[in-house]
């Protein structure tokens, strides 16, 4: 399967802090680039995504930006609260459109 | 969006036993996956199911002990076959839909072998 680096592998934060996320993939061809959230006990969902031909995209307190020519891509999430403590993942893509997973980065965030 | 269910939601095993998981999909979709989640890891990709094909199993996986069938373009079956307690996982199913690329999962199976 693809190649995906996920940085840090756990992470705390205090509430109100910010939070980011990093990842780093091995094939210049991959244009897509998503952000999944699993909570305890859940099925992981999507929360963003990003596609080659945008640098950076925002929906709230989250952000994903992307940077081709360095391979990576990260996730920003600011003003964390308790409800933002989860596993999140970028999987990233095959040639044959399956996902292929990381080891995740632990979010806790400290009330 | 897509709507995907699986069951059993949980099941408990005997060793050397075989547990087929069933997974449906609110509407018809090409490709269906199958990963294993293991206690406190990642989640890693089985196979890749197309309907009128044979599955297309990832390094690590064969198919005489996960075999898949995938009979049309709603439904899909995992079996765990001969299970041992390393096989003690959460099985996800899930499909892209929409054009989107998003990937949807299932609720997941949860697996004990004893």
């Known amino acids: 399967g693809e190649n995906v680096e996920q940085h840090p592998s756990t992470l705390s934060v205090q509430e109100g802090d910010s939070a980011v996320i990093k990842c780093t993939y091995s094939?210049?061809?991959?244009?897509?680039f998503p952000w999944y959230k699993q909570e305890l006990g859940k099925r992981p969902q999507l929360i963003i995504d990003?596609?080659?031909?945008?640098g950076e995209k925002k929906d709230q307190r989250i952000a994903v930006t992307l940077n081709k020519t360095a391979k990576h891509f990260s996730l920003h999430i600011t003003e964390t609260q308790p409800e933002d403590s989860a596993v999140y993942f970028c999987?990233?893509?095959?040639?044959?459109?399956?996902?292929?997973f990381g080891t995740g980065t632990s979010l806790t965030v400290i009330p | 969006s897509a709507v995907i269910s699986q069951k059993p939601s949980r099941d408990i095993c005997q060793r050397g036993t075989s547990l087929t998981i069933q997974c449906q999909v609110d509407?018809?979709?090409?490709?269906m996956f199958w990963y294993r989640q293991q206690p406190g890891q990642s989640l890693t990709l089985i196979a890749t199911?197309?309907?009128?094909?044979?599955?297309?199993?990832e390094s690590g996986f064969v198919i005489d002990k996960f075999p898949i069938s995938r009979p049309n373009l709603t439904f899909s079956t995992l079996t765990v076959s001969n299970m041992s307690p390393e096989d003690s996982s959460i099985y996800l199913c899930?499909?892209?839909?929409?054009?989107?690329?998003?990937?949807?999962f299932g609720e997941g199976s949860r697996l004990t072998v004893l």
């Open positions: 999987p990233a893509e095959g040639t044959g459109n399956q996902f292929y």
């Open positions: 199911a197309n309907q009128g094909s044979e599955a297309t199993y």
């Open positions: 509407s018809q979709v090409t490709m």
């Open positions: 990003i596609r080659s031909n945008v």
């Open positions: 899930s499909t892209i839909t929409g054009g989107t690329g998003e990937l949807f």
């Open positions: 094939d210049s061809a991959s244009n897509y």
